[in-house]
T-cell receptor
Framework: GENVEQHPSTLSVQEGDSAVIKCTYS??????FPWYKQELGKRPQLIID?????GEKKDQRIAVTLNKTAKHFSLHITETQPEDSAVYFC?????????????FGAGTQVVVTP | SAVISQKPSRDICQRGTSLTIQCQVD?????MFWYRQQPGQSLTLIAT?????????ESGFVIDKFPISRPNLTFSTLTVSNMSPEDSSIYLC??????????FGPGTRLTVL
């Protein structure tokens, strides 16, 4: 089955700096890669996703890149703000016969200090 | 995206008892899922709730421990049976609102004493 590894487990950044979180996956059939943000005591919130036919996707201060050959994808947050502090989870899905099942990474605790 | 609600939001239960968690969506969805999130951990898929047929369980999860119902396209329940302290977790339902795109309910925080 799919295995998703996520690094780093914790990330401290100064406000205004950039943050990068990296994930690798094992199943070459995976074709959908979402990122979720989970604030303390809240539900995971989908913030951006990318499909295997796209190499990069941006939405304001966040972007995701995908390298299918190397089987890794990354989340980039620019101009970080204190409200970006949260746990971020990457996930991978092969859709189709997997019925949309998501395999999640272990999560990255991001702390943005003013 | 679909609006998802869960009941109860939290509960404290005694070991050996069972708790049924409800998940309600404001629109019809084909796919509904149940996840467990243990304290400080990631999300683990328990099962896919299939409408009109038995749920599909992931490795390590069995129907006797986590029976699931899916009577229609907007509602599902997850029961945590014969609970032990190890079942203390957050249980979340999710729905697939668009191909592959999942949104989560607010979760049910369960503490077993």
């Amino acid at each position: 089955g799919e295995n998703v590894e996520q690094h780093p487990s914790t990330l401290s950044v100064q406000e205004g700096d950039s943050a990068v979180i990296k994930c690798t996956y094992s199943d070459s059939a995976s074709n959908y890669f979402p990122w979720y943000k989970q604030e303390l005591g809240k539900r995971p919130q989908l913030i951006i996703d990318i499909r295997s036919n796209v190499g990069e996707k941006k939405d304001q201060r966040i972007a995701v890149t995908l390298n299918k050959t190397a089987k890794h994808f990354s989340l980039h947050i620019t101009e970080t703000q204190p409200e970006d502090s949260a746990v971020y989870f990457c996930a991978a899905s092969s859709g189709g016969n997997s019925w949309g099942k998501l395999q999640f990474g272990a999560g990255t605790q991001v702390v943005v200090t003013p | 995206s679909a609006v998802i609600s869960q009941k109860p939001s939290r509960d404290i239960c005694q070991r050996g008892t069972s708790l049924t968690i409800q998940c309600q969506v404001d629109s019809q969805v084909t796919m509904m899922f149940w996840y467990r999130q243990q304290p400080g951990q990631s999300l683990t898929l328990i099962a896919t709730a299939n409408q009109g047929s038995e749920a599909t369980y992931e490795s390590g999860f069995v129907i006797d421990k986590f029976p699931i119902s899916r009577p229609n396209l907007t509602f599902s329940t997850l029961t945590v049976s014969n609970m032990s302290p190890e079942d203390s977790s957050i249980y979340l339902c999710s729905v697939e609102d668009a191909p592959d795109t999942q949104y989560f309910g607010p979760g049910t925080r369960l503490t077993v004493l």
